[in-house]
């Protein structure tokens, strides 16, 4: 089995409608390019601040511009009319655990990704206004607050699945880095993941990302296994054409660390399904 959980119909600009994307021929593309690629579990998980809804839990500027699409019809499409199971990228946003909760508990999601983009205000992944980066950051102050704040999303229950688990290494060079050794940052989360039911996303997004890397670092896929934590597996596409984008290279990594079985979910109960 191969999965792909983590998959947007939607791409990231503005000037398109959810109309655009959210057409039964636009998720048959994803469904048969999937096939075609070897793909057998296949879910969209759109980002929960394209959503209206969305700025129930906050009420971010960057979320407030992007809020265009509708949660109920999103919903509605991808049960009644596609094959696709239902899914969401969810912020964590420390402090608005129970807004999360609430919206989160409205829908019969078949799983919920828990995903860090911001850190208070600060985009991590986003260039421009919003960029962590933009001012003088210290690349230890955000590297340590980016896992800290990981591990409470672990913690927090909210989530099926921690998405992107490194992503705060996006810009590779592009953006200040610590040194040395950077087991001293997956520390930091590794508490709450432990403690926690959460899966960990294996993500080939990063390969298409200036860092050039899968998500988590092997070093870091380690510690989490160590602590018994199940891997999923995807690539985060936001077209059809990225779908299992790089598996030949996740399959190495997971084989490498002797994981068998990656997660699946149905109305957000796990399963482990041999990987191959
Ligand atoms: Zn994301
Ligand atoms: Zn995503």
Request: net charge negative; glycine share 8%.
């Amino acid at each position: 089995m191969l999965t792909d959980l983590h998959v947007h119909l939607r791409r990231d600009d503005l000037d398109r409608t959810a109309a655009d994307h959210f057409t039964a021929e636009n998720a048959e593309r994803y469904v048969t390019t999937a096939r075609e690629r070897g793909v057998g579990y296949l879910g969209v998980s759109e980002h929960v601040y394209r959503f209206r809804q969305g700025l129930s839990i906050w009420d971010h500027p960057f979320w407030r511009e992007n809020a265009q699409d509708d949660l109920e019809a999103y919903c509605a499409f991808v049960r009644d009319e596609t094959e696709l199971r239902l899914g969401i990228e969810a912020d964590f946003v420390p402090g608005r655990e129970d807004r999360t909760a609430n919206l989160l508990d409205e829908h019969d999601f078949d799983y919920v990704l828990g995903s860090i983009h911001f850190l208070g205000d600060r985009a991590v992944d986003i260039r421009g206004e919003w960029d962590i980066w933009s001012g003088r950051a210290d690349p230890d102050a955000v590297w340590r607050r980016y896992f800290e704040t990981l591990g409470e999303a672990a913690r927090s229950g909210l989530f099926d699945v921690l998405s992107h688990p490194d992503l705060v290494k996006v810009w590779g060079g592009g953006a200040p880095r610590p040194g040395g050794d950077l087991r001293r940052f997956y520390d930091l989360a590794m508490d709450g993941i432990a403690e926690s039911d959460v899966a960990i996303e294996v993500s080939t997004a990063g390969l298409r990302k200036p860092v050039r890397e899968i998500y988590p670092a092997p070093a870091f896929l380690a510690m989490c296994l160590e602590a018994g934590r199940p891997v999923a597996l995807s690539s985060d596409a936001h077209v059809a054409g990225d779908l299992a984008y790089g598996y030949d290279r996740a399959a190495e990594l997971l084989q490498s660390h002797g994981v068998e079985r990656i997660a699946t979910f149905d109305r957000r109960s796990r399963a482990l399904e041999p990987l191959g």
